[in-house]
């Protein structure tokens, strides 16, 4: 059974900073890409930033420059670094593994806020 463990996520002021984590357990068959995405009250879930299995990366442009995704492939773990987050990067936090099938995790909450 595969499972997606979230970690990192909590209260941080304006300014600061947060990383969440992601590891994939179970039997996943041929990971093409990792990513998180983030869904604010109200909002539509959104992509946030996505790397391959090559270590291709891409980000949302409204996280260009602030956030930061990485991969740990022996280990099936997927890290954001956010930096100078703002009120605006308040949402719940999603891990999601593409492979022979997607998979998501249950959500992380980050709340930017003073």
């Known amino acids: 059974q595969v499972q997606l463990v979230e970690s990192g996520g909590g209260l941080v002021q304006p300014g600061g900073s947060l990383t969440l984590s992601c590891a994939a357990s179970g039997s996943i068959i041929s990971i093409s890409a990792m990513a998180w995405y983030r869904q604010a009250p109200g909002k539509q879930r959104e992509l946030v930033a996505g790397?391959?299995?090559?270590?291709?990366?891409g980000y949302a442009d409204s996280v260009k420059g602030r956030f930061t995704i990485s991969r740990d492939g022996a280990r099936n773990t997927v890290h954001l670094q956010m930096t100078s987050l703002n009120p605006e990067d308040t949402a719940v936090y999603y891990c999601?593994?593409?492979?022979?099938?997607?998979?998501w995790g249950q959500g992380t909450q980050v709340t930017v806020s003073s």
């Open positions: 999601k593994v593409m492979a022979r099938h997607d998979y």
């Open positions: 790397i391959t299995s090559g270590g291709r990366t």
